[in-house]
């Protein structure tokens, strides 16, 4: 999203020069009116305009006197996996092994392992439905169950599958170190048909964690890679409701940039079927994006809000909001928060869902 500070007044012209200037542009305007602008104005607020005062909570978003209850969502645990689970240690250590080889190739630094269970989860959830997909048996996207597990900082899932149709036997250790070589390979050098999304991922420099599932039986081999950006040391990260605190030290030299909010409907459990076809076979997204919030004096080219705390003093920060003014219906409203670096390059530190019925 595009950021861009509001400016001040310019110095006041000359009285006579302003009178000029004004008719001027007055007369012009008149002409273009009527034979070119009136007709075009519709589209071009639509499609090409940037934003103006006018995106503000008091106009384009307008604040409701609903009341929004967030709920607290559980996990059912998955059909039991035939995955041994003393031999998954292994594995997870040696996926992480591949991982960083082929970072350290392109001379990116080593991630580590993370703690946020979502991942295993996942690929015992995709194992025991014999699917491959970024959504779960619950419908739940991958920002939804990282969160779900505790996760308060910014995910990106990769997720790769062998099909093993006919077998009876449950693959051997050291098949299992194969297929673990064999998808890593194929997400790094034959990623084409997904715009070399799941390669991207492997190699985002602002990567610092990586979660890992494994699970398999005699039918299917998962695995299933949710990169993580710890980028900051929280003091707070508190929801109630619509409001939203986020506190805390970055742990690099980065500086608040944007508040992004994307909205999902209420997920409902999908079936073996429904995961197998469109969309649920295919890339994910953030859902609809709903605005931005920024800091006082500031505006966004999409509908924005402003915070009603926003600081920053060296690397502590700060912000404060209420994004009541986008809740549409109940759903999942998922908090994106954007930071930048000292090259004005803009990364993720959250990917945090709210759900709210």
Known sequence: MFLEKISGMEKEPTKLN???LLSLIGL?????????????IQYLKQNILPPTKSYTISSSVSPTTETFTQTTTT???????????TNVTRFIKYALEVINKDRLEYGLKPV???????????AEDLASMLCLSHWGSNGMKPYMRYTIFGGKFFVQ???AAIFMFGRTSIPSDEEILSFISQ???EMMYNDASSDWGHRKNILNPMHT???????????IFVI????ENILIKWSEFSTKNTTVTLKGRFLQNLRPYMVLLYYDPMPSPLSSKDLRNAPYNGSYSFGELLGAVVNKGYQANVPYIYATKWRQEGLDFEIVFDFKAFVKSEGVYTVVFEVEDYKGNINFATSYSIFIK
């Open 75 to 85: 996990f059912s645990p998955p059909i039991e996996s035939t995955t041994p689970s």
């Open 209 to 219: 964690h990586v979660n890992i599932g494994i699970a398999y039986n005699s039918q």
């Open 183 to 185: 998808t890593e390979h």
């Open 157 to 159: 899932e990769n997720v």
């Open 28 to 40: 012009i305007f008149i002409i273009l009116y009527f034979s070119y602008i009136s007709p075009q």
């Open 112 to 122: 580590e392992l993370g703690t946020n269970p979502a991942a295993q989860y996942h």
């Open 224 to 227: 299933v890679q949710d990169f």
């Open 18 to 20: 302003r009178l000029l």
